[in-house]
């Protein structure tokens, strides 16, 4: 999530440096759609936490965004989309199995929130889910399954790499 200007809506961190505090205000759109979540990374430990549970921990972390809404909490879709789960878009978002493996997804097609996050929790087999974006979905780069993406101009972006 980010602004027109492509800044972070809530907390970023690159680098192990909070370059962008975390944003616990509330508004419009999916990012305030509460709870919301950070994604975040240190060396080989990866997870998902709801934004105040991430900031009374504080964990140390290399990579944090934050996003939102959450989808799944602890095996529990977000109790918002069974009532409120109308709107059909294009989706992205991170899951997380344990604290070594973390599952990216995009829909090929609009869904609704509800559909997505039972995708995370039901065929990922995700605890914790984090909705990343919509519009930029299709910006998916990956060589390997011949997808080049439309290269919109993006806010952060997250990158997943390995050896070749």
């Known amino acids: 999530m980010y602004h027109e200007d492509n800044s972070p809506v809530g907390l ?9 505090r975390a944003n616990t205000n509330s508004g419009p759109g999916n990012f305030h759609m509460k709870p919301n979540g950070v994604f975040y990374v240190h060396g080989e430990i990866a997870g ?17 965004t934050q996003s939102g809404p959450m989808l799944v909490m602890d095996g529990k ?29 995009i ?16 065929k990922l087999l995700c605890k914790n889910a984090l909705f990343l ?3 930029s979905a299709t910006s998916f780069y990956s060589p ?20 070749n």
């Open 77 to 105: 879709m977000h109790s918002r989309f069974d009532r409120n789960g109308g709107s059909r878009k294009y989706r992205a978002g991170v899951g997380s199995r344990d604290p070594n493996s973390v599952v990216f997804a």
């Open 12 to 20: 970023y961190v690159e680098g192990g440096r909070e370059l962008v």
């Open 107 to 122: 829909s090929e097609s609009e869904i609704s929130f509800a559909e997505f996050a039972q995708l995370f929790r039901d």
């Open 144 to 163: 390997a399954l011949k997808r080049a993406g439309n290269f919109l101009s993006l806010g952060p972006i997250i990158g997943v790499y390995g050896p």
């Open 48 to 64: 998902i936490l709801e934004t105040r549970a991430f900031l009374k921990r504080r964990p140390q972390v290399d990579f944090a």
């Open 133 to 135: 974006d919509g519009g």
